[in-house]
């Protein structure tokens, strides 16, 4: 069976101190990957997505970068923190069916930038 | 800028009571998701709709995709404690590989007793 790891799970980093995200699958081959961000109890923002190894698309403008550097890993990275990149990060895989296909998330890492 | 707009963004009601929610968009989607997650976790799937018009039925939960693809609703009936969590819908754009899901702004729901 598929599984997602993401690590760490909570973390509290000081303004202009560099991030580091990761994001694993297993049980699965080339899987579209997906780093989403959530503010409390609203909806998800894409990011980032990637269909294979470093294939990346960013969706929107921000202080962030990912990178694939295997086919089940994907990391989201910063240089500095900014105060505004506080919030709950999940990564996603998916297995996409003609235009549908679940997503599936991993547990979450909550980030909060002081 | 937000494509799915969910409307109520939050909703208290009592065991029993019935409850829609709406997700709305002035975008064509090529199919629509509903999630349900809980505090701290991932969402989980709950249905996928895919043909304009369709109708899903999950136990007390039913699912409709609007005729133009634009918009869904989820209602629920005899709501139940278990209930409560935030529901999001997620509507899938792109074609080929680049298909992925834009989500909506999400509906609290909280189920008293």
């Known amino acids: 069976s598929q599984t997602i790891h993401q690590w760490p799970a909570t973390l509290v980093q000081p303004v202009g101190s560099p991030l580091s995200l990761e994001c694993t699958v297993e049980?699965?081959?080339?899987?579209?990957l997906y780093w989403y961000r959530q503010a409390a109890g609203r909806g998800l923002q894409l990011l980032f997505y990637?269909?294979?190894?470093?294939?990346i698309s960013s969706e929107v403008p921000q202080n962030l970068s990912a990178s694939r550097p295997q086919d089940r890993q994907f990391i989201l990275s910063s240089k500095k923190l900014l105060l505004s990149d506080s919030g709950f990060y999940l990564c996603a895989w998916r297995r996409l069916l003609g235009v549908t296909g679940e997503l599936f998330f991993g547990e979450g890492s909550r980030l909060t930038v002081l | 800028t937000q494509l799915l707009e969910q409307s109520p963004q939050f909703l208290s009601i009592q065991e029993g009571e019935n409850l829609t929610v709406y997700c709305n968009s002035s975008s064509v989607f090529s199919s629509l998701q509903w999630y349900r997650q809980e505090p701290g976790e991932g969402p989980v799937l709950l249905v996928t709709v895919v043909t304009g018009g369709e109708v899903k039925k999950l136990k007390r939960l039913t699912f409709q995709f609007g005729d133009a693809r634009k918009d869904s609703s989820l209602h629920i009936t005899a709501a139940q404690t278990g209930d409560t969590g935030l529901y999001l819908c997620?509507?899938?754009?792109?074609?080929?590989?680049?298909?992925?899901?834009?989500f909506g702004t999400g509906t609290l729901l909280a189920v008293q007793p």
């Open positions: 049980g699965t081959s080339n899987p579209n």
């Open positions: 997620a509507g899938a754009r792109g074609g080929g590989a680049t298909n992925k899901l834009i």
């Open positions: 990637s269909v294979g190894i470093g294939q």
